[in-house]
């Protein structure tokens, strides 16, 4: 990842930047407790790391009032640890052409509709200031809703955009040397190499990850492609947040701090705290049927869609190891049901050791049984921070751009996992698939000792007794700061 020291801490001059507020109730430096308005995108991978935050702050005795979406609000009710001081505020979801009725977050649609949600999402502006005027929190912490900067500005509120991916993809493709804004010009090898200045790393993107980005310009919302949102966001809010460390990242927050000019934030790894939960079946005896750290764990996240033809052969691939196996993958494009798209014949030789479930699975429940040997993730950063703080190893399967850039760091700088080689074409076969969770389950080759050493040096230094509380602290005082 870099040539510095892992690590590496923020104690260069402050470059923050802020307008001019006026000094009313809501921004006095005098005030101990903040009151703090969350808005996420519609999306689980979103409202997740956001509830962590808001459970991190709440237990520190600040308020949070949460606005989601009216027909998720129950679901997320057992995992709000302080309802005495998160109130979940239900927003209804307009109705968009060509989105299904009842669709409100993207777990509702395919990918192609994300942009439709994003629509929706946009179209909530008004009663969205509605609320805002009658909470007059101190802060709003967003992400995708590029307008909220100028919302907040003009409601006399503090803006966060809060980025729960990580440091490292948004460095890479979305600072300003980038020139992301101009993405119409750029050719597929200034896509592919970081900036000029980023710190030294290894991370390369491949060529059909670049088409991705170089394609990137249909609206994701009302006349706004993604990546200009991003961008427009990290520039016009007053404070960058990151779920992430310098133990981790600590060069990319500092590069990111350089390239926009202003305060960035870091909550720390955010270690999810969980109601006290048991896994329960089919999952409880399926799991606990086979040996300690034998047992291999794949989950794609809740929008990754596979073609069937890769569908088959990451499951082909998962059999191949002669390992047991639980994957959770949502059914594949052209296929009604999880199981209907599976190889023939794949059911029955894999009887008894090997499952494939359709629906969500408890993934952090789970990852802490102490069968399971291997995870195979699509490096979403929610997934990594689970992931490096549990003791089995990782093999990377990115889907989307930025999950890429995660799996080259995680792999190529950090060395605690390996990621599944593609093609040019980002084709993967189930010879690849085998080959990488072999490497890391085989603890006497050369691969597997050393993301074995690495997993376990990452492992205990982030669960270090204090770390994630002083993180929290120093987020919580520098926000207190931006106040005065």
């Given amino acids: 990842?870099?040539?510095?020291?892992?690590?590496?801490?923020m104690k260069q001059q402050n470059l923050s930047v802020y307008p001019t507020y006026s000094k009313n109730m809501s921004t006095m430096a005098d005030h101990k407790t903040l009151h703090i308005a969350m808005y996420p995108f519609f999306a689980m991978g979103h409202f997740i790391p956001f509830l962590h935050i808001s459970n991190k702050l709440a237990k520190r005795g600040h308020r949070i009032s949460f606005l989601f979406p009216s027909?998720?609000?129950?679901?997320?009710e057992p995992q709000n640890l302080h309802p005495h001081l998160i109130s979940f505020i239900p927003i209804t979801v307009p109705q968009v052409d060509g989105l299904p009725?009842?669709?409100?977050?993207?777990?509702?649609?395919?990918?192609s509709l994300f942009p439709s949600i994003m629509t929706a999402m946009d179209l909530t502006q008004p009663i969205v200031e509605i609320h805002l005027r009658e909470l007059k929190p101190h802060f709003v912490f967003f992400d995708f809703t590029h307008w909220m900067p100028a919302l907040c500005r003009k409601l006399d509120i503090r803006s966060m955009f809060y980025v729960t991916s990580g440091a490292v993809n948004?460095?890479?493709l979305l600072t300003p040397e980038k020139k992301i804004m101009e993405k119409d010009d750029l050719e597929l090898d200034v896509i592919m190499e970081p900036p000029e200045s980023f710190p030294p790393c290894s991370i390369r993107l491949h060529a059909h990850e670049a088409r991705i980005v170089s394609n990137n310009t249909?609206?994701?919302?009302?006349?706004?492609?993604?990546?200009?949102?991003?961008?427009?966001?990290l520039t016009?809010?007053?404070?960058i947040g990151i779920k992430t460390c310098t133990e981790l990242e600590g060069p990319y927050c500092q590069y990111l701090k350089t390239q926009y000019k202003k305060e960035v934030i870091l909550a720390g790894p955010t270690v999810t705290e969980s109601p006290n939960l048991v896994l329960e079946e089919p999952f409880a005896s399926f799991v606990a049927s086979f040996k300690p750290g034998t047992l291999i764990l794949c989950v794609l996240g809740s929008e990754c869609v596979l073609k069937k033809d890769q569908y088959q052969e990451l499951v082909l691939g998962l059999e191949l190891t002669g390992f047991p196996f639980l994957a959770a993958l949502k059914p594949p494009t052209d296929a009604e049901t999880t199981e209907s798209a599976l190889p023939e014949g794949f059911q029955m030789r894999v009887k008894g050791k090997g499952l494939v479930f359709g629906g969500w699975v408890p993934q952090e429940l789970i990852l802490k049984h102490p069968s399971v040997g291997c995870f195979i993730t699509h490096c979403g950063w929610g997934s990594l921070s689970q992931s490096i703080t549990s003791p089995c190893q990782l093999v990377f399967l990115p889907n989307g751009?930025?999950?890429?850039?995660?799996?080259?760091?995680?792999?190529?700088?950090?060395?605690?996992?390996v990621e599944i080689k593609k093609r040019d074409d980002g084709f993967f076969s189930r010879d690849e698939v085998c080959k990488a969770v072999r490497a890391v389950m085989d603890v006497d080759s050369q691969i597997g000792k050393e993301v074995r050493a690495n997993h376990a040096?990452?492992?205990?230094?982030?669960l270090r007794e204090g770390l994630e509380d002083s993180y929290i602290d120093k987020f919580v005082q520098k926000l207190l700061a931006t106040l005065g």
Avoid: W
């Fill in 101 to 111: 009725s009842g669709a409100a977050i993207t777990a509702d649609v395919p990918s």
């Fill in 236 to 239: 016009e809010c007053d404070v």
């Fill in 457 to 462: 040096k990452y492992r205990e230094l982030l």
């Fill in 1 to 9: 990842m870099y040539i510095i020291s892992n690590h590496f801490t």
């Fill in 71 to 76: 027909k998720v609000l129950t679901k997320f």
């Fill in 218 to 233: 249909r609206p994701f919302g009302v006349n706004i492609s993604l990546p200009r949102r991003l961008v427009t966001s």
């Fill in 401 to 417: 751009v930025d999950q890429a850039v995660n799996a080259r760091m995680f792999e190529s700088d950090l060395k605690i996992g």
């Fill in 170 to 172: 948004v460095a890479f």
